[in-house]
C-alpha cells in the first residue's frame, strides 16, 4: 500500500509476501536505494539491524537481500521494520498486522522490554515514528552494556595549570602562557571512564529527557543513567557533533564489549536520525529493521521457559554435543531452540516464523539429527500462523528401491508442525491485542504439553 501525505511518500509491505512493482512506485528513490543491496551493505550505510552483528544471527545474513526479484515481483523475508530516505518512507510490517501492526508491537514488548508507553499504532506518515522506535529500545540497551562495567578505554586530556602531571606542550606553552604567569600547557594519557562512548550515551540521554515520556523511559534504568551522569564530567552540549565524529570513526570492536558496540550504533542512529529530522542530512538512508526469525525465537522462549532448556547460540551458551571421541573429548557444539525437561519424554522443539510450507529440506534433517541425539521420539516445529494448525509427518521405514514396495510410516517417531494462532481480526486497542495473546499462550502451551 502507498501513499501520499503532504510532502511525504509512504509504502506499507509486509514480510514473507510478493510485492508488485507499481506498490513501489511511489517512492523511487528509496527502492532506488534498497535495489539489489544486501543486509549487510544497508548496515554499512547506517541502518540499524536487530540483533546488530549479523554474525551473531543464525536467520539472516550479510548477504541476504531485503527485496529481491522472483517472477516479475518483489519478494520479502523475515526481516521488518522502518527505512527512509529524504521524504520517502517505506514500512516492513509482519504478516499479521490487519491495520495497526500490534503483532510486531506485541514482539517487540515481550522480548525487548520496551515498556507499555510505546506506540507503534501511530501511523507511518508521522515523521517521528522511528525516532520514537529508537529511543524506546534505548532503556534495554543501556541495561545490558552497563551489565559489563562502565566503559572504559585510553584518553588524552589537556591541561593548563601549575601542577604538571604528563608530557609538556611546547606550542601550546608558547602560544598560551607567554609571558610565564605560573601555568605549565601539558597533556596526560591514562585509562578513563570519561570518554567518547561513554560522552556519547550521555548525549543521547540528554536528548531523550527532551522527548516526550522521556523522563518515564529513562525511569526504568534509573541506576544505569546515574552511573553514565557520574563520569562524563567533561560533557558539553556543544560538543555533540564532535563526538558524534569521534564515534564514527572509532567503533567498538573487542568482542568482549558487544553490548557496548549494539549501545553505541543505537546511540549513533539514535542522534543522527534526529539530526535529519532538524533539516539536514535528508539524502541519507537511516532506519531499523528486525530478524523476524530472532524476535519469534526469543518470544517463545518467554512462553516455553517452565517446560523447555533454551540453549543460546548467538551468546554460544548451555550449548550440548553430538559427539566425544574415545577420550572423552566433546566434538560437533549443536545449539537446538527448546529442548523438553521432561526425560522421561524428551521433545525437541524448532521455532520457525516463516509459513509452514516453507518449512522443508535441511529443516527436517536438522530437527531429526537433534531427536537422534536426545532420544527423541517427537519434534515440533512451532511457527505463528492466522489459525491454529497441527500437520504430523510420520517417520517412514522400508526401502522402496529394493523393489517390495513396503514404505510406510512407523507410528512412534514423528514430526509436528505445530501453528501458534495469532490474532487475526482487528483490534481497538493494543492493550485488548496483548490480552488476547495472552490467552492464547495459556492454550497454546497447554496442548504443546499435551501433544
Keep these: 500500500m502507498s501513499r501520499k501525505a503532504g510532502q511525504m511518500k509512504v509504502c506499507r509491505i509486509r514480510d514473507n509476501s510478493g510485492v508488485e512493482e507499481a506498490e513501489l512506485s511511489e517512492i523511487p528513490q528509496l527502492r532506488a536505494r534498497l535495489a539489489d543491496k544486501t543486509l549487510g551493505q544497508l548496515a554499512d550505510e547506517g541502518v540499524l539491524l536487530f540483533p546488530q552483528q549479523l554474525e551473531r544471527s543464525e536467520d539472516i545474513t550479510r548477504e541476504q537481500s531485503l527485496l529481491w526479484r522472483q517472477s516479475g515481483s518483489y519478494m520479502t523475508g523475515n526481516v521488518m ?15 499479521f498486522s490487519v491495520g495497526n501492526d500490534y503483532f510486531l508491537q506485541y514482539l517487540l514488548r515481550r522480548v525487548l522490554e520496551i515498556p507499555n508507553v510505546v506506540n507503534l499504532e501511530v501511523d507511518a506518515v508521522r515523521n517521528d515514528m522511528l525516532f520514537n522506535l ?57 585509562f578513563s571512564n570519561d570518554n567518547s562512548l561513554m560522552e556519547l550515551v550521555r548525549h543521547t540521554i540528554e ?41 564514527q570513526r572509532g567503533r567498538v570492536r573487542h568482542p568482549y564489549f558487544h553490548e557496548y558496540f549494539d549501545l553505541q550504533e543505537l546511540c549513533l542512529s539514535i542522534l543522527l536520525h534526529r539530526r535529519h529530522q532538524l533539516g539536514t542530512g535528508s539524502k541519507r538512508l537511516y532506519g531499523i529493521l528486525f530478524d523476524g526469525a530472532w524476535l519469534w525465537e526469543e518470544y517463545l522462549n518467554t512462553i516455553l521457559t517452565s517446560a523447555f532448556y533454551h540453549p543460546e547460540n548467538r551468546r554460544k551458551k548451555n ?17 537446538p531452540d527448546f529442548i523438553g525437561k521432561d526425560s522421561e519424554r524428551r521433545v525437541i522443539a524448532d521455532a520457525k516464523y516463516k509459513p509452514a510450507g516453507n518449512i522443508r529440506d535441511k529443516d527436517y534433517l536438522q530437527l531429526l539429527a537433534y531427536m537422534f541425539r536426545f532420544d527423541s521420539q517427537r519434534g515440533y516445529y512451532l511457527y505463528p500462523d492466522r489459525c491454529e494448525r497441527r500437520e504430523q509427518l510420520l517417520l517412514n521405514r522400508g526401502i522402496a528401491n529394493e523393489g517390495k514396495g513396503i514404505v510406510k510410516g512407523r507410528e512412534d517417531i514423528a514430526l509436528v508442525k505445530y501453528a501458534f494462532s495469532v490474532p487475526s481480526e482487528e483490534f481497538d486497542s493494543y492493550q485488548n491485542f496483548a490480552a488476547e495473546m495472552q490467552s492464547r499462550e495459556q492454550t497454546f502451551l497447554s496442548a504443546l504439553l499435551e501433544i
Design 319 to 335: 550449548g550440548e554435543w553430538l559427539f566425544c571421541d574415545k577420550q572423552g573429548v566433546m566434538r560437533g557444539e549443536i545449539y
Design 207 to 247: 536528548l531523550i529527557q527532551r522527548t516526550s515520556q522521556g523522563r518515564e523511559l529513562l525511569a526504568t534504568v534509573r541506576t544505569e543513567v546515574k552511573q553514565v551522569l557520574a563520569v562524563t564530567s567533561s560533557y558539553k552540549l556543544c560538543d555533540r557533533q564532535k563526538i558524534i565524529r569521534q564515534n
Design 81 to 95: 521494520g522502518f527505512l527512509g530516505c529524504g521524504e520517502e518512507r517505506l514500512t516492513i510490517t509482519s504478516r
Design 134 to 190: 529508537l529511543v524506546f529500545l534505548f532503556p534495554s540497551y543501556l541495561r545490558r552494556a552497563v551489565k559489563k562495567g562502565v566503559f572504559k578505554e585510553y584518553v588524552c586530556h589537556q591541561y593548563n595549570d601549575g601542577n604538571v602531571r604528563g608530557n609538556i606542550d611546547v606550542a601550546r606553552q608558547l602560544a598560551t602562557n607567554v609571558p610565564f604567569i605560573g601555568r605549565v600547557a601539558y597533556h596526560q594519557r591514562g
